[in-house]
């Protein structure tokens, strides 16, 4: 079992996947504007999941500057939330590893893996905040994105 979670600037989606990616159970809830509010929402709304052990955990977050080697979020565009260890955090909340990564970038691989003749693709989001990410072959060019 997988646990899948996206950051928004107004709302936080929670869901378990099985081994093919199928959600089997879902959350949400508004997103605090607390980090710490955050962590215990977000436990709460893992804990109505349902699962005890999930092998890994992503998460997608408005970052618009990090620390990707050690999982910290120092800056976001439309949360004031600064300096965060979401990967130390999350792994300590759900006893599992975490991919912590812009929200755009995975929304942008996601959209890639979807479209598999797609080699090149530029992806734009435009809600909460404005995110971008460019995908090339299926990888996440690390140089484009976080801005918002």
């Known amino acids: 079992m997988y646990l899948g979670i996206d950051v928004g600037g107004t709302k936080t989606l929670v869901a378990s996947l099985d081994d093919s990616g199928v959600i089997l159970a879902q959350q ?3 997103t605090p504007q607390d980090y710490q509010e955050f962590l215990a929402e977000l436990s709460r709304s893992i804990e109505l999941l349902g699962v005890k052990d999930f092998r890994a955990a992503g998460i997608g977050i408005p970052v618009t500057s990090m620390q990707r080697e050690e999982g ?3 800056t976001f565009s439309n949360l004031d939330w600064r300096n965060v ?3 130390q955090d999350l792994e300590r909340l759900t006893q ?3 991919a912590v990564e812009n929200d755009a970038k995975l929304a942008g691989l996601s959209e890639s893996m979807l479209r598999n003749e797609i080699r ?3 992806y ?3 809600s909460t905040g ?3 990410s460019l995908v090339i ?3 996440i060019d690390p140089n484009i994105g976080d801005g918002g």
């Open 124 to 126: 734009v989001t435009v």
């Open 28 to 30: 949400k809830f508004p």
């Open 85 to 87: 260890k979401v990967q």
């Open 137 to 139: 072959d299926h990888h």
């Open 130 to 132: 404005i995110g971008y």
């Open 96 to 98: 599992c590893p975490v």
């Open 120 to 122: 090149k693709l530029l």
């Open 72 to 74: 910290i979020a120092l």
